[in-house]
């Protein structure tokens, strides 16, 4: 079958705008807001940034305590945004929050250029990133959180980490890809897992607590609790229970 898609109708102008403004603020006075305190004080770097963004921020987003906010943060969807007590963003985060919302918990760090993006314009009840306390995302990391992603406490995801929980569909021939539609299952990663930098968690996968995931692994299925996983597809390779490390045995893991 030759299919031919066919362009839909070029959006005006009003259309283009209104769909923008749609997806950076839950309403046009949210939005003014925003922007104009980001514009304000946003870019003020040092200590004397930060104490301004902790105070001058509480009217934008929940505050819970103070947060440590950087020179460089971009905010989309303030309203949905809470932070805990003791928070730190670094320079150059992005958080897009629309709109099921993005949580991190006490005493949690997000480093340079990381990238939390709920971005859920296809109401899909469950979407939104949920961070637990003292966890830690690592430079440059992406968390979609279409399919909803939940972190527990103490989780540390090394540099580079993809956290995707969202996937498309392909199954139908006649069809582009990019018209098939999404699913959106979610990922978990329970207390104090660690997941080693330039890993790829995949849609629908549960990482285990005090589970170990290798650099580099791509993981498309679930990792029990206390295993470690390696590899491209990832695969479990020990039980940190039944069969403990050696400190020569910890040292030649490819883990961060």
């Known amino acids: 079958m030759d299919y031919r898609p066919v362009s839909p109708p070029r959006p005006t102008l009003r259309t283009q705008l209104r769909t923008y403004g749609s997806r950076q603020a839950a309403s046009l006075r949210r939005y003014v807001l ?23 921020y509480r009217a934008m987003l929940r505050m819970e305590g103070v947060a440590a906010i950087e020179d460089g943060v971009r905010i989309r969807f303030a309203s949905h945004v809470r932070l805990g007590q003791g928070v730190y963003l670094d320079h150059g985060v992005y958080l897009h929050a629309c709109p099921g ?22 109401n899909l009840p469950q979407a939104g990133i949920t ?38 569909c392909f199954a139908d021939t006649t069809r582009p890809i990019s018209q098939q539609g999404i699913t959106a299952q979610g990922i978990s990663i329970a207390d104090g897992a660690w997941i080693g930098s330039g890993a790829i968690l995949l849609d629908g996968v549960r ?50």
């Open 34 to 56: 925003e922007q104009t305190l980001q514009a304000l004080v946003g870019w003020v770097p040092s200590l004397v940034g930060i104490g301004l963004r902790a105070v001058v």
């Open 101 to 122: 919302g993005i949580s991190l918990g006490p005493e949690s760090l997000v480093m340079k250029n990381a990238i939390l993006h709920v971005y859920n314009f296809r």
């Open 131 to 168: 961070i637990g306390a003292r966890a830690l995302v690592g430079e440059g990391c992406l968390l979609r959180g279409q399919g909803g992603i939940s972190i527990g406490d103490d989780v540390y995801l090394g540099t580079l980490v993809q956290v995707l929980a969202v996937n498309h």
């Open 207 to 256: 990482v285990g607590r005090n589970a170990v995931v290798g650099a580099g692994a791509v993981v498309n299925r679930d990792v029990p609790d206390y295993c470690v996983a390696v590899g491209n597809p990832a695969r479990v390779i020990r039980d940190l229970r039944a069969a403990p490390l050696s400190h020569e045995q910890r040292e030649a893991l490819p883990v961060y």
